[in-house]
């Protein structure tokens, strides 16, 4: 079991930044692969970002390759998403999961698939 809190949405411009935080409690977080993962209105939920459970590893969507970068901390049992020249099809509600089967990096990214997730903070982005 883990619970998963996510931290650091808001309202920004376009071209803005934002860093999103992910607190783990429970299970230790070094123990498994992290995902962010992102749902805008009338939208399903879509892959954004993962991380292996040693950081050493990590793959993003295309729609966001070379703005967003994930890392993590397993000391403090958190996973960021630093987030750079935001536009506003980034608007979303932003969740990170937990994948104890560590199979988001091998490209099994369907959400239906994971039992862990965060409540979600939203990402505003105005033009």
């Known amino acids: 079991q883990v619970q998963l809190v996510e931290s650091g949405g808001g309202l920004v411009q376009a071209g803005g930044s934002l860093r999103l935080s992910c607190v783990a409690s429970?299970?230790?977080?070094?123990?498994?692969?992290m995902g962010w993962f992102r749902q805008a209105p009338g939208k399903e939920r879509e892959f954004v970002a993962a991380?292996?459970?040693?950081?050493?590893?990590?793959d993003y969507a295309d729609s966001v390759k070379g703005r967003f970068t994930i890392s993590r901390d397993n000391a403090k049992n958190t996973v960021y998403l630093s987030m750079n020249s935001l536009a506003p099809e980034d608007t979303a509600v932003y969740y990170c999961?937990?994948?104890?089967?560590?199979?988001?990096?091998?490209?099994?990214?369907?959400?239906?698939?994971?039992?862990?997730w965060g409540q979600g903070t939203q990402v505003t982005v105005s033009s």
């Open positions: 429970g299970r230790a977080c070094s123990t498994y692969e």
């Open positions: 999961a937990a994948d104890f089967s560590r199979a988001l990096l091998a490209g099994r990214r369907n959400p239906s698939r994971l039992d862990y």
């Open positions: 991380i292996s459970w040693s950081g050493g590893s990590k």
